[in-house]
């Protein structure tokens, strides 16, 4: 049983990073994205060792759910929020090599 229920847990804790990873997200707080990342990376990681191999009952079968589907919700938003952001980053970089292979071609103003 104790299994079972560490594995409802991790689907708890891992629902309550990416809901703080969104509510961040929102907020343009992406300096904190990469720990959290880490730690769901960790989470993730937990359910793959503990996941029982006999069925949850229907009441844990039901919260799983419930948490997964609260999962993918945040998780749509957290990439639709970041995606943005790191188009805009390739962008920046791109110049900044463009500026770069100009600076070393004609030499540096």
Do not use: F
């Not at 990073?17 to 343009?28: D, G, N, T, V």
């Not at 994205?33 to 949850?56: D, G, K, N, Y």
């Not at 639709?80 to 463009?98: F, I, R, S, Y």
């Amino acid at each position: 049983m104790a299994a079972r229920s560490e594995v409802v847990h991790c689907y708890a804790q891992l629902a309550s990073i990416l809901s703080l990873m969104a509510a961040l997200a929102r907020a343009k707080e992406w300096d904190r994205l990469p720990e959290l990342e880490m730690q769901c990376a960790a989470m993730i990681e937990r359910l793959r060792i503990v996941t029982p191999e006999e069925s949850l009952d229907p009441a844990q079968v039901n919260e799983a759910q419930r948490l997964l589907q609260r999962i993918r919700a945040d998780q749509q938003l957290v990439c639709e929020l970041v995606k943005p952001q790191l188009a805009g980053l390739v962008a920046t970089m791109a110049d900044l090599q463009n500026r770069n292979e100009l600076d070393r071609a004609y030499g540096s103003r």
